[in-house]
């Protein structure tokens, strides 16, 4: 299976509620953006961060030197929308950074090392994104 096949199956499986194999379903989003190019909409399944009331994702497209298409969409379109669990709203998508990033990027990692492993292979910092509800 190719990565997007992976990603259709992993969205529906969320949507219909159910197990998704390999994965935590309790740690994973879905995230929609518009695609900066078609204006489409676009749907990415992704871990995120909690913290308080905040949601992070990280950009790490698999510790690929480019970023997401994701990232990219949402630098376009800062307007997304975020199921988590049951949960469905819109926010305002926005990259951190500097202490800020620092302090969210070592809390993760803290959780989930590999997401240092994917930066120590690569160039680019990884954007760090806050999922900001609005409302």
């Given amino acids: 299976m190719d990565q997007k096949e992976i990603n259709r199956y992993v969205?529906?499986?969320?949507?219909?509620?159910?197990?998704?194999?390999g994965m935590h379903r309790d740690r994973l989003l879905l995230l929609t953006t518009r695609g900066a190019t078609t204006g489409k909409e676009r749907v990415a399944p992704m871990m995120f961060h909690r913290d308080g009331d905040l949601v992070y994702v990280i950009a790490s497209n698999n510790g690929a030197e480019e970023d997401p298409g994701w990232y990219k969409n949402l630098l376009n379109n800062a307007?997304?929308?975020?199921?988590?669990?049951?949960?469905?709203?819109?926010?305002?998508?926005?990259?951190?950074?500097?202490?800020?990033?620092?302090?969210?990027?070592?809390?993760?990692?803290n959780v989930a090392p590999f997401f240092e492993e994917h930066q120590s292979h690569i160039k680019r910092q990884i954007p760090v994104v806050a999922l900001n509800r609005v409302g």
């Fill in 79 to 109: 307007d997304v929308v975020v199921e988590i669990g049951d949960e469905k709203y819109e926010a305002v998508a926005s990259t951190i950074q500097g202490g800020a990033r620092q302090r969210v990027w070592d809390a993760i990692v």
């Fill in 11 to 21: 969205v529906r499986q969320f949507r219909a509620g159910g197990e998704i194999r």
